[in-house]
């Protein structure tokens, strides 16, 4: 009796001839998910699913818990490994009952080794009756207390009592990459989140006002990308310094149009980011009439000065249904600090609601924009984050571009 984890793919399933990539990509997510806890050689594919050695019994907890922010498993299986004998099979399934309070029960068997002589039905029949005698319990088919899989694969069966939901999704990866405009508010972590659910990998871009606001903003979004590279194992976050470009807009246009032109500044540089590393979309964290620079109008006047898509996944969402991602992800807390951003330093006491685009056009002709654009290139820097962390990694390839 071998303690097994077993993970069964979601959508990619359904991806006809992209299917060996999309396995290929989940397989290393996976392995790479549990580096340094499982042997990559303990982890083997399967049609339709994932076969892992677990090392020792107590390890079980920490691979269940990593392989939950994995995207592209449907589900997560703790069991064991027994030879396909329908007496050890029965057996194994008591044993794995054994501490349960419960008065019905359902056997649920796959067969896909069909070298295995007994069909499916009548493994759950036999299986179903001996596990009824020996706890004196009843067969139920609807609403069990305690349902028994079984699945017959490869010359081997695997018993697990219970499936544990995984995160569903595409494999990081598979979809290529996308730039995230991150701040340390709420809402950007989840937008990002939400591009890595579709098996894209996010590269970060954060636009900080140091010296005028502080460290701690900084500090914030590198806690905020650690804990979003759980999800996707490597991260890249560019720190651009906007304090300049910022200065220079408040100095030069009228101070309503502000924000929208700082938005519209970080798209360009963000867009120059995006080429310079192959990415295909921009992904930020705004809604629809959230505040001012999200009115429809604005959001158009921002979007005007793109050239790749602008990718706003929370455009139709209520703050609650946010903060709800940002809980369950592991951003919540970490947002829910005071920050004090580049939103702040310099903000317009009366944002425009509704700008006219040649008003912002007006005043954007009084400022040198290649030369900005360049001044914020030219001084950010970038730090790589990896999970499981690599000791000193996060900070160690730290350079000016
Ligand atoms: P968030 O909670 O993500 O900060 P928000 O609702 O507070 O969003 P804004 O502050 O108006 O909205 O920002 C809109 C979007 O612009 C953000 O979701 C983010 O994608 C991007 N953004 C805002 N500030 C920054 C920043 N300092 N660096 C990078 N991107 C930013
Ligand atoms: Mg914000």
Not at 281 to 288: D, I, K, Q
Not at 356 to 379: F, G, Q, T, W, Y
Request: hydrophobic share 40%; glycine share 6%.
């Amino acid at each position: 009796m071998k303690p097994v984890i077993v993970v069964h793919h979601h959508e990619i399933t359904l991806k006809g001839e992209n299917r060996p990539f999309f396995e290929r990509q989940l397989l290393q997510n996976v392995k790479r998910s549990l580096a340094r806890i499982v042997p990559s050689s303990a982890i083997r594919g399967g049609y339709g699913k994932f076969i892992i050695d677990v090392p020792a019994p107590e390890l079980t907890n920490s691979i269940v818990d990593r392989l939950t922010k994995v995207f592209g498993l449907a589900n997560i299986c703790s069991g064991v490994r027994v030879e396909q004998d329908i007496g050890v099979i029965s057996r194994t399934a008591e044993k794995l009952l054994e501490n349960q309070e419960f008065h019905s029960i359902k056997v649920h068997t796959r067969r896909s080794d069909k070298r295995f002589p007994i069909g499916s039905m009548e493994v759950n029949a036999r299986v179903g009756e001996y596990l009824c005698e020996r706890f004196k319990v009843r067969a139920n088919l609807t609403q069990p207390d305690e349902t028994i899989y079984i699945e017959i694969v490869d010359g081997d069966a695997y018993v697990y009592l219970s499936k544990i939901q995984g995160p569903g999704g595409l494999p990081v990866g598979v979809s290529g990459k996308v730039v995230g405009l991150i701040s340390a508010g709420f809402d950007s972590p989840v937008a990002s989140w939400q591009l890595m659910k579709r098996g894209a990998s996010v590269l970060f871009v954060h636009f900080h006002s140091m010296p005028y606001t502080s460290e701690h903003s900084v500090e914030q979004v590198r806690c905020i990308v650690e804990a979003l590279t759980t999800y996707q194992f490597r991260s890249k976050l560019y720190l651009v310094p906007f304090a300049e470009v910022q200065n220079e807009i408040v100095l030069h246009t009228p101070s309503p149009l502000r924000v929208i032109l700082y938005r519209r500044m970080m798209v360009r540089i963000g867009e120059h980011i995006a080429r310079e590393n192959n990415a295909e979309a921009l992904v930020t964290g705004e809604a629809v009439g959230q505040v001012a620079s999200q009115t429809l109008r604005n959001i158009r006047i921002i979007n005007d000065v793109a050239t790749l898509p602008i990718l706003r996944p929370l455009s139709g969402m209520d703050k609650e249904e946010t903060m709800a991602i940002a809980k369950k992800i592991g951003t919540y807390d970490i947002s829910k600090e005071p920050y004090d951003d580049c939103c702040s330093y310099l903000a317009p006491r009366k944002p425009s609601t509704w700008a006219k685009r040649e008003d912002v056009e007006a005043a954007e002709s009084a400022l040198h924009i290649p030369k900005l654009i360049e001044l914020a290139i030219n001084n950010m820097t970038y730090e790589v984050f990896t999970f499981p962390k690599i000791k000193h990694a996060e900070h160690a390839e730290t350079s000016i571009v």
